[in-house]
C-alpha cells in the first residue's frame, strides 16, 4: 500500500476530510468515522506504517504515538475516570485499517476480556 491509496496517509495530507483534535510533526488525533463510544480517537503516526508488527526497530514511533494518545485523553477530560487504548494489529487483532493507529476510547465503562 503506497500513501496515495492509504485512508490514513490521505488524512494526514488533508486529501480526505476528518475532524481533527491534535497535531504534532509526527502524530495525528481525529475522530474516528464510526464510534464505538462516546469519545472514540485514532492516533496515527505521520509518515506511512502499515501496523504495529513493521515498527521493527524503529522504537522512535511509539513515544509521539503514545504522548499524543494521552495528551489528547487529557484534553478531553478522561483522565479521572479513564479510558482505554486499543492497537490492532493483523487479521486475529481485528485491524481492518492499512495504516498504524491507536483507539482512544473513553466515556463509558469497558468490559473486559475484550470481544
Ligand atoms: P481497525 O479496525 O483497523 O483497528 O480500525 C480502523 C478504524 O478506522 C475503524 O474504527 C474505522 O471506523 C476507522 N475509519 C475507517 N475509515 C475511516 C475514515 O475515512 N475516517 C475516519 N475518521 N475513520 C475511519
Ligand atoms: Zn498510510
Known amino acids: 500500500?503506497?500513501?496515495?491509496?492509504?485512508?490514513?496517509?490521505?488524512?494526514?495530507?488533508?486529501?480526505?476530510?476528518?475532524?481533527?483534535?491534535?497535531?504534532?510533526?509526527?502524530a495525528l488525533a481525529f475522530?474516528?468515522?464510526n464510534p464505538q463510544a462516546p469519545h472514540h480517537v485514532l492516533v496515527i503516526p505521520v509518515p506511512h506504517i502499515s501496523g504495529a508488527a513493521a515498527v521493527g526497530s524503529e522504537t522512535e514511533v511509539w513515544a509521539p504515538l503514545m504522548s499524543l494518545a494521552t495528551e489528547v485523553a487529557r484534553q478531553l477530560g478522561l483522565d479521572e475516570k479513564g479510558y482505554r487504548l486499543v492497537l490492532n494489529q493483523g487479521q486475529d487483532g481485528g485491524q481492518s485499517g492499512g495504516h498504524l493507529h491507536v483507539h482512544l476510547l473513553g466515556g463509558r465503562r469497558m468490559s473486559w476480556p475484550p470481544g
Open 31 to 33: 475522530h474516528d468515522l
Open 1 to 26: 500500500m503506497t500513501p496515495n491509496d492509504c485512508i490514513f496517509c490521505r488524512i494526514a495530507a488533508g486529501e480526505i476530510p476528518a475532524r481533527i483534535l491534535a497535531r504534532t510533526d509526527s
